[in-house]
């Protein structure tokens, strides 16, 4: 771990979470107030020139995106953090707020300043109470210590959707409605939470933006990939050595991830293939391994660095049988409000399940793929449209395995 890089992490195991005082102790809130003596245009220009992108979903930029809520005009405006973490094997964001809390309310409360907002909630999966719990003791001492000065945050628990890691969906359940999402454009900066407008950003990008601030754009830039610059936390599982977690520049390599800081494959076992980004990750096979974890290198082979997830399968691992059960999770976590989302994954999994029993044909194959594609881009969020990454990639680079067990 000698190669680690951590800024996001920064605090973690040197702080105690639960004492703000320890926070403030290694210099905690001293970006916000040097985000205060600035004009907000001039900060958001500081966040845009470190293109900080999102560490997580399409990877936008950061100062871009406040920028459009900066700009609309509303009587209220309101920050969004979504720390609904629903990708099995990704616990980043529950380090952040474990391990360092303030850090998140910091990073609200510069980008509160920067667009002129006075309320912010967060967003928390209703499977992590006990963070709840750290997450309002933690506003509790921000707000007595007077540190986020006229901006009030509050913790909200999701009922458990996967879908409500979508933004929209997201607000519309802060909104006490179905999580589902909306139709965009209009995107929640201009029209958000109760129509203001409205940043969402997550636990990991917010968590970036203290340090930005106190160390300059320039010096963030310079880490990592130039377009996609700074660091991803990645946690790792499956079948590696080290099942563990760490910070890492962004033009460290897939290789480096898994024999590196991961110690290679277990049990003398040869690597078959590795699922970056969570669950809606493409399966990427060894020919890849020597590509950077950037966002954008990442999306050069098909591939999304998502929640930075990491999840490895050996070489006796039945890949058909993996993507069976993923093609399962998305028919069970389709809200259903468009078609080629609730029928798509639906009919995905049946088709999957029906090869994985050994009672599928070639021409099976041939119809996953024509129904992956056109959900990638008629369905109306990013579930439905990434849904059938794992299977399309895995059709792709393991064909082999899919005709083993056809008829």
């Known amino acids: 771990m000698a190669e680690e890089m951590r800024i996001v992490l920064r605090n973690y195991g040197k702080i105690d979470p639960l004492k703000i005082d320890d926070y403030i102790a290694v210099g905690g809130y ?5 985000a205060r003596s600035m004009k907000p245009a001039d900060l958001i220009n ?15 930029n950061c100062g871009v995106k406040w920028n459009f809520a900066y700009m609309a005009q509303a009587d209220q405006k309101y920050v969004i953090c979504n720390a609904d973490e629903g990708e099995p094997g990704t616990y980043k964001d529950r380090l952040i707020m474990e391990g360092d809390p303030q850090s998140l309310l910091e990073g609200m409360a510069i980008c509160a300043h920067a667009i002129g907002a006075t309320q912010g909630f967060i967003y928390c999966r209703g499977e992590y109470p006990s963070v709840v719990k750290t997450l309002n003791m933690a506003i509790a001492q ?6 986020l000065g006229d901006f009030s945050i509050e913790v909200r628990m999701g009922a458990g959707a996967y879908v409500c890691g979508e933004e929209t969906a997201l607000i519309e359940s802060i909104e006490g409605k179905r999580g589902e999402p909306r139709i965009k454009p209009p995107f929640p900066p ?5 129509g203001k407008p409205t940043i969402v950003n997550n636990v990991e990008t917010f968590a970036n933006i203290p340090a930005i601030v106190e160390k300059g754009a320039a010096w963030y830039a310079g880490i990592g990939t130039p377009s996609y610059p700074g660091t991803k936390i990645v946690t790792l599982t499956g079948d590696v050595v080290n099942k563990t977690f760490f910070e890492v520049p962004t033009d460290t390599t897939i290789r480096e991830v898994i024999f590196d800081f991961g110690g290679g494959i277990p049990d003398g076992k040869g690597f078959k293939a590795v699922q ?10 060894a020919a890849n391994l020597d590509t950077p974890i950037g966002f954008d290198a990442m999306t050069e ?10 999840f490895v399968l050996n070489d006796t691992r039945d890949i058909v049988d ?3 059960r993923i093609a399962k999770f998305f028919a069970h976590e389709s809200c259903g409000k468009c078609a080629p989302c609730r029928e798509g994954t639906m009919r995905m999994h049946d088709l999957m399940d029906k090869i994985n029993s050994g009672r599928g044909k070639s021409a099976d194959v041939v119809l996953l793929n024509k129904l992956g594609r056109v959900m990638s881009y008629s369905c109306l969020c990013g579930l439905g449209q990434a849904a059938p990454a794992p299977v399309m990639t895995t059709i792709e680079h393991f064909p082999a395995d899919y005709n083993a067990k056809l008829v």
Do not use: D, Q
């Open 30 to 34: 001293n970006a916000l107030n040097k």
């Open 46 to 60: 500081e966040v845009k020139s470190s293109n900080l992108r999102g560490r997580g979903g399409a990877g936008f």
């Open 142 to 147: 921000a707000t007595e210590k007077g540190v």
């Open 190 to 194: 201009v029209v958000g939470l109760w």
């Open 276 to 285: 970056i980004g969570g669950t809606s990750g493409a399966f990427i096979p």
């Open 301 to 310: 082979i098909g591939a999304v660095l998502g929640s930075g997830a990491v």
């Open 322 to 324: 993996v993507t069976a």
